[in-house]
């Protein structure tokens, strides 16, 4: 009975990292132009930042919630900065200059752990998450005994590093279809953000 939050902490990772964000646009960029060992890293560093701000959430669920409902420039902010970082990329012209550039050295478990951590709309999952979990009697809190929090955390770890690594794969079947493939990834991921951006804007002026 207890492994069920193993498996409740799978499926609600899962379900949280399926919507693009930038740790799965990272892992599909990475595949593309590199490889998938390298998108790898990535989604081995994004899990931790994952299981962070899930704990996170679970510690101070109410404060989060609060926080972000109380204080409407945040969301502004987030949505600005997918916006215009989506309309550099969907408008900006390869050159192969600029392509070498990029290949300076970068810690790819630097890039999925900053990803990862700094995604606001994640706590406000978890918050919510927790939430339904504690309203369907999976009652889960930071005074449940340590096999039960370690089961969980454990699944949210797995339930992230599945998911990016099935983006992965995904983008690997796209890789082997599509030439030119550093400007398609370009106006992809442009385009991407910058509907996540529209999509954060109408959310916030809508509900």
């Not at 990475?30 to 994952?50: D, Y």
Request: hydrophobic letters at 55%; charged letters at 10%; a positive charge.
């Amino acid at each position: 009975m207890i492994l069920i939050y193993f498996m409740v902490g799978i499926f609600a990772a899962f379900v949280g990292a399926l919507p693009l964000g930038a740790s799965n646009i990272a892992v599909i960029n990475t595949t593309l132009k590199q490889n998938a060992k390298q998108a790898f890293k990535i989604a081995i560093t994004a899990g931790i930042a994952e299981v962070i701000l899930s704990y996170y959430a679970l510690h101070c669920n109410m404060v989060v919630s609060d926080f972000f409902n109380n204080n409407e420039w945040v969301q502004i902010v987030i949505a600005g900065v997918l916006l215009g970082v989506g309309a550099f990329l969907l408008f900006k012209k390869q050159t192969e200059r600029s392509s070498k550039r990029k290949k300076l050295t970068q810690s790819k478990y630097v890039t999925g752990f900053f990803l990862g951590i700094l995604n606001p709309p994640v706590l406000i999952y978890w918050v919510i998450a927790f939430s339904i979990m504690n309203s369907n009697d999976i009652m889960l809190s930071l005074q449940s005994s340590v096999t039960v929090l370690f089961l969980f955390f454990s699944g949210v770890y797995l339930g992230k590093l599945l998911t990016l690594y099935f983006y992965s794969r995904f983008s690997l079947l796209i890789k082997s279809k599509v030439q030119n493939i550093t400007l398609v990834v370009n106006k992809i991921t442009g385009a991407l953000l910058v509907v996540i951006g529209v999509f954060q804007v109408i959310k916030l002026y809508t509900f």
